[in-house]
């Protein structure tokens, strides 16, 4: 059922390391207050704390009580408070507000802000404001990598895809020029480096000039991972804007996965109690499904659920001693087993009910004639009905996103009448959304001759100087034109099928969407390892307005193994989905490589339509 690597797949690195050095870096901060101390933990930051250090290991530290960032007044009576916070304005302002109290109370305590994973100098520059700065000590967790699963680092930053890519505002790329100089600090240097978009090549540069700085490091260090591919996500909007059908990303568009972990209600555990649990390769049964096709999970579950019982069944026949062995070496492990089957047949009957409520089928059919370029009328009219019932004002909008892509923007007549529904349907605070996707080249208007409109390029002339690279950045999307259907063209995106597709023995990586369409990030990949260079690709990068930023550094590979060239870091910037992590665990086991993958964060198309959003769901 799960397809297993080739034996002759290169071993994963060990990323253990890079939990240990966050537990140990984030102890020696805590220990530079000696004494008992309440920390006040920010809410984004907790779950990943918990994946580093739980509530144990703070205690040892000192640590007395713990309490959540949020915005009512905090009842410490601790005389050191510690602050572990993500460098925002409103965090500021609450720690101010808790140290103006104290002031005004004439209380005397210790506070110290640590920053994760880098401080701001905005953030500095509301502490002077707030007249605290000579009060509270910072300090920096350079936390920005953090394992979820064997295969897949996460920088835990959902904010980043928003920032830079409707913001135009570069603040993240220097912690992932960071976090990219610890992994070849710890792993070797990557012998061959590709890139495309114009983030990917910001975090290049910067990088680059870190590695120079310490270039003593990692000088003589035999490479571990031989090709490193730095990705960013508006390079490749389509995929990320499908529905999932692959186990794990039906999962996450269902339940939501949270830092690699999620909350099963009551409807999957059978009892009256949520239960969280931890989905990654130690789960023995979904690592069997995580990457399969939905309609292959049910049958694979239940002949596991006869397996098992035929296991149990065994005892019947057997002596005292068998039974001792059976009991001290394997019961334990068929219990575990037995409990996690019962967790993902409930899941799956959960997805399956929410499925059929919203027509799943329907919904499918029309996203694959939206990628194929067919019945775009019937299209335009199903998510016009979508509209009209409300079935989801998020839901609604990845549709209006996925037609406006793959065809080029929308002609000026169903723009104006698909955004009137709209705004008639879900309630008109949601104009400013409209302005972010145009912004960000997701949902945009065809003009007559012209992809600018008069006003816009006059701003663009204005922001044509260097110095003001960050707003041409935020505009420079405005010009942008998809071209889908000509990439799809040229890098063969929809498979030609004859017959049916067999999604029990997939051909391609084209089966994640029931072999309607081979993800255009993971395509790319597939090329350039195959030509090991941007090379005979010129069409397809122009036609992805990426020419200026689609770079190869070559460097010599004489000290890699040929085992460490068949290992690949894949760097998705601004997020990544589990159908694009499924697919490329396909290819390496179709071409005997090993895929890593490293992401600003896990998305999904709604994660992506809510960070576009102005109306807080």
């Known amino acids: 059922m799960a397809f297993p690597y080739r034996l002759d797949a290169p071993e994963l690195p060990d990323f253990s390391m890079l939990k240990r050095l966050a537990r140990d870096q984030l102890i020696y901060l805590l220990e530079q207050l000696p004494g008992r101390k309440d920390l006040f933990i920010e809410a984004d930051l907790m779950s990943p704390l918990d994946r580093i250090a739980n509530v144990s290991i703070l205690k040892q530290h000192e640590v007395d009580k713990l309490y959540k960032v949020e915005n009512k007044p905090a009842l410490s009576y601790s005389e050191q408070l510690c602050f572990l916070v993500r460098p925002r304005i409103k965090n500021m302002r609450y720690i101010a507000n808790l140290v103006n109290a104290d002031k005004l109370a004439g209380r005397t305590r210790k506070y110290k802000v640590i920053f994760s994973p880098q401080k701001f100098y905005a953030c500095e520059m509301v502490l002077e404001e707030e007249g605290i700065y000579g009060d509270v000590s910072c300090d920096e967790w350079a936390f920005s990598l953090l394992p979820l699963d064997v295969d897949l680092l996460s920088m835990e930053l959902p ?65 571990e991972i031989g090709h490193i591919f730095l990705l960013d996500r508006d390079m490749d909007f389509v995929t ?29 555990t059978s009892s009256d109690k949520s239960l969280k649990v931890l989905l990654n390769a130690e789960d023995k049964v979904f690592s069997e499904i995580r990457n399969e096709h939905f309609s292959n999970v049910f049958g694979f579950l239940s002949q596991k659920a006869r397996n098992l019982q035929a296991q149990y069944d065994r005892r019947r026949g057997m002596d005292i001693k068998q039974m001792k062995n059976f009991v001290s070496q394997e019961l334990k492990g068929l219990k575990q087993e037995h409990r996690l089957l019962s967790l993902h047949i409930g899941a799956c009957e959960s997805i399956m009910k929410k499925k059929t409520k919203q027509d799943f089928q329907e919904l499918i059919k029309t996203e694959h004639a939206l990628l194929e370029g067919f019945n775009i009328r019937e299209s335009t009219n199903y998510i016009e009905e979508h509209i009209d019932r409300q079935v989801s004002p998020i839901e609604s909008l990845r549709l209006m996103c996925l037609l ?24 008109p605070e949601h104009l400013l959304t409209f302005s972010n996707l145009r912004r960000a080249g997701l949902l945009t208007e065809q003009a007559p001759g012209d992809t600018l409109t008069a006003v816009e390029s006059k701003v663009s002339k204005l922001v044509t100087d260097k110095a003001a690279g960050k707003i041409t950045d935020a505009f420079s999307s405005l010009a942008k034109r998809s071209n889908f259907r000509a990439i799809s063209k040229k890098l063969n995106l929809i498979p030609r099928v004859d017959g049916e597709y067999d999604l029990k023995v997939p051909r391609d990586m084209a089966y994640i969407f029931s072999g309607a369409y081979v993800p255009l990030s993971c395509r790319i990949i597939e090329q350039v390892l195959e030509r090991r260079s941007w090379q005979g690709l010129d069409e397809v990068v122009r036609l992805l307005n990426c020419s200026e930023f689609a770079f190869t550094d070559m460097a010599k590979e004489d000290k890699a193994s040929s085992e460490s060239l068949r290992l690949i870091l894949v760097v998705f910037l601004g997020g990544c989905t589990f159908s694009e992590i499924s697919a490329l665990r396909f290819l390496g086991r179709e071409k005997g490589y090993r895929f890593i993958f490293l992401t600003t964060a896990i998305t999904n198309s709604a994660r992506l339509m809510e960070a576009m959003s102005e109306v807080k769901a």
């Open 240 to 268: 990320a804007l499908c529905s999932q059908v692959v186990y794990e990303g039906l999962v996450d568009d269902t339940f939501r996965i949270k830092c690699g972990s999620v909350d099963f209600g009551p409807e999957v």
């Open 159 to 223: 904010e980043f895809f928003r920032d830079y890519f409707l913001e135009g505002d570069q603040r993240w790329i220097n912690t992932v020029a960071q976090a990219l100089h610890l992994l070849s600090t710890l792993y070797g240097p990557f012998p061959n480096c590709y890139g495309i978009g114009r983030c990917a090549k910001m975090s290049y540069d910067l990088w680059r000039k870190l590695e120079e700085e310490e270039d003593s490091e990692t000088k003589g260090r035999r490479p």
């Open 404 to 427: 406006s892509i793959t065809e080029n923007g929308l002609n000026p007549k169903d723009y104006r009448s698909l955004k009137t529904q709209y705004l008639q349907s879900y309630g």
